[in-house]
């Protein structure tokens, strides 16, 4: 996969301090990765960078918002994201990233790419299930919904099954108190 070139930072032409990134993601970062779970996307990145004299710590911040399609419902809506990722880049002999928050690059490097960072964690930072919050709430009218209360299995709880209880259970309690 070819890098994009507005996630490379070139770090050697940086001071030592505090650096700061800024990019808007939007639904051509994701065609790049070949990612289409949502319909859109409207996503701030902040990177901090702290550059010192023998490694550089990198600090990522998301947040915003996806537009996706309900996982019970498949009614679309805005997901809220949000996530933080820390990264510590040291210098060595090989290019080693084994370590999730720690990437090894060889000591001739003067860049680094962090689009893998960055699509890691706002694809992290989705919730496993959408679920609308109509949904959640009961606010929201839907023709699924209806039909999903409809087909779902009826309970039906009397009084008497409550009271009931299955006398092995009033021995095994016996025994608690017979200390």
């Known amino acids: 996969m070819k890098p994009l070139k507005a996630f490379t930072i070139p770090f050697v032409?940086?001071?030592?301090?505090?650096?700061?990134?800024?990019?808007d993601i939007d639904n051509k970062f994701f065609e790049h990765f070949e990612y289409e779970d949502?319909?859109?996307?409207?996503?701030?990145?902040?990177?901090d960078l702290l550059k010192k004299a023998t490694l550089l710590e990198l600090h990522f911040e998301l947040s915003g918002t996806i537009n996706v399609n309900c996982d019970v419902t498949n009614e679309p809506f805005d997901q809220v994201v949000e996530n933080q990722f820390d990264l510590v880049v040291k210098f060595g002999?090989?290019?080693?990233?084994?370590?999730?928050?720690?990437?090894i690059i060889p000591h001739g490097e003067y860049e680094i790419n962090?689009?893998?960072?960055?699509y890691e964690l706002i694809i992290l930072g989705f919730p496993s299930k959408m679920i609308h919050p109509g949904v959640e709430d009961g606010t929201l009218q839907s023709?699924?919904?209806?039909?999903?209360?409809e087909l779902s299995p009826k309970i039906r709880e009397?009084?008497?099954?409550?009271?009931?209880?299955?006398?092995?259970?009033?021995?095994?309690?016996?025994?608690?108190?017979?200390?």
């Open 13 to 23: 032409g940086l001071k030592e301090g505090e650096h700061r990134f800024d990019y």
């Open 158 to 179: 009397t009084k008497e099954d409550k009271d009931e209880t299955d006398p092995r259970w009033n021995t095994l309690k016996k025994l608690l108190t017979d200390k």
């Open 38 to 47: 949502f319909n859109s996307s409207n996503l701030k990145v902040n990177v």
């Open 93 to 103: 002999d090989d290019y080693n990233d084994e370590n999730i928050d720690i990437l």
């Open 114 to 118: 962090i689009q893998q960072y960055v």
């Open 143 to 149: 023709d699924i919904l209806d039909k999903l209360e």
